[in-house]
């Protein structure tokens, strides 16, 4: 149940675009398409952004999308805006060792 | 709108045990497993147990295998997690969660803080 690799933090100016990458092996990111992206406020819970990949939930914003190319996952904000500041969080499901759910170590994600 | 809310977080000491709960409320309880997720402070999150919806299955973290126990009661709406034999570096908020999928998180609650402390 080794986690996945994300960059510690990344930076952009309003109205930019950032990529926020998530890398997996084939036992999780790379075997199934359960890649989950999950946006944290300090001292809040949990946000589900993107599932299955790409999909967003109802009342998320379009700015936000998913995509994956072999072990690697990627989370886009377009239009960055002030209120995007925040962790952001990978996650997919392993089969690893018995079923699972791994995250990433999170990214800070500062809009300058 | 789901809604999920967490109790029984607290101060324990190393080897104790505590017991968390999360009343859900806002969809059909039994048809969705459920996972708990922790958070130690100023970490990321990290994955710790799920069961489904009939709670014949349940899925553990090597972490806390053996030590952790989930459980569910449909006619509650409730989901638990009965922790034991606790060690320091179980302190964190710990994060009930709706799941898609087998062991997904999706919609989460506030959280609750378990301390394990001496």
């Known amino acids: 149940q080794s986690a996945l690799t994300q960059p510690a933090s990344v930076s952009g100016s309003p109205g930019q675009s950032i990529t926020i990458s998530c890398t997996g092996t084939?036992?999780?990111?790379?075997?199934?398409?359960?890649v989950s992206w999950y946006q944290q406020h300090p001292g809040k819970a949990p946000k589900v952004m993107i599932y299955?990949?790409?999909t967003r939930p109802s009342g998320v914003s379009n700015r936000f999308s998913g995509s994956k190319s072999g072990n690697t996952a990627s989370l886009t904000i377009s239009g960055l805006q002030a209120e995007d500041e925040a962790d952001y969080y990978c996650?997919?499901?392993?089969?690893?060792?018995?079923?699972?759910?791994?995250f990433g170590g999170g990214t800070k994600l500062t809009v300058l | 709108e789901v809604q999920l809310l967490e109790s029984g977080g607290g101060l324990v000491q190393p080897g104790g045990s505590l017991r968390l709960s999360c009343a859900a409320s806002?969809?059909?309880?039994?048809?969705?497993?459920m996972s708990w997720v922790r958070q130690a402070p100023g970490k990321g999150l990290e994955w710790v147990s799920a069961t489904s919806g009939d709670a014949g299955e349940t899925y553990y973290a090597d972490s806390v295998k053996g030590r952790f126990i989930i459980s569910r009661d449909n006619s509650k709406n409730t989901v638990y997690l009965q922790m034991n034999s606790l060690r320091d570096e179980d302190t964190a908020v710990y994060y009930c969660?709706?799941?898609?999928?087998?062991?997904?998180?999706?919609?989460w609650g506030q959280g609750t803080l378990v301390t394990v402390s001496s």
């Open positions: 299955d990949v790409n």
């Open positions: 806002g969809f059909t309880f039994r048809s969705y497993g």
């Open positions: 996650s997919s499901y392993s089969t690893s060792t018995t079923p699972s759910e791994v």
């Open positions: 969660a709706k799941v898609r999928g087998l062991v997904s998180p999706d919609s």
């Open positions: 084939s036992s999780d990111i790379g075997g199934y398409n359960y």
